[in-house]
């Protein structure tokens, strides 16, 4: 009974925290999704962009008590403006999907709502981690030996 209790428990555990993708499994992918260079934004951006908003996790989220939004998934894209969560005062949802798809382990939908963000006036400074972390720096190291 205890060996199913911990065995449930680790199940559990893996399933809240999604998938953590591999820096080039996920540029690679990226790449095949037609990021690169999609809205003059280069692979190596979106690479930094996705590794300082969540670390390269589907499942990360954080709650942004100033206006009560929450930002989802690999991209941590923002409830009150691009998508639905049900709790989110006054969303906007401009990608037209449930928040909850931003968590997928497929980030197709993910992509296609960052591509939506991008296309946005703000364009890619609309992400406060790639103003911090990734403007005006050397981000070749973040797509450096995957092949892409």
């Avoid at 260079?37 to 589907?58: F, P, R």
């Avoid at 197709?108 to 963000?117: E, I, S, W």
Wanted: charged share 25%; with cysteine.
């Amino acid at each position: 009974m205890k060996a199913l209790l911990i065995l449930g428990l680790v199940l559990l555990s893996v399933t809240v925290q999604g998938k953590k993708w591999e820096r080039c499994a996920l540029a690679r992918e990226l790449k095949a999704k037609g990021m690169d260079n999609y809205a003059g934004v280069s692979l190596a951006d979106w690479m930094c962009l996705s590794k300082w908003e969540s670390d390269y996790n589907t499942r990360a989220t954080n709650y942004n008590p100033g206006d009560k939004s929450t930002d989802y998934g690999i991209f941590q894209i923002n409830s009150h403006y691009w998508c639905e969560d049900g709790k989110t005062p006054k969303s906007v949802n401009a990608c037209g999907i449930p928040c909850s798809a931003l968590l997928q382990d497929d980030i197709t939908q993910a992509v296609t709502c960052a591509k939506r963000v991008v296309r946005d006036p703000q364009g890619i400074k609309a992400w406060v981690g790639w103003k911090r972390h990734c403007q005006n720096k050397d981000l070749r190291s973040y797509i450096r030996g995957c092949g892409v």
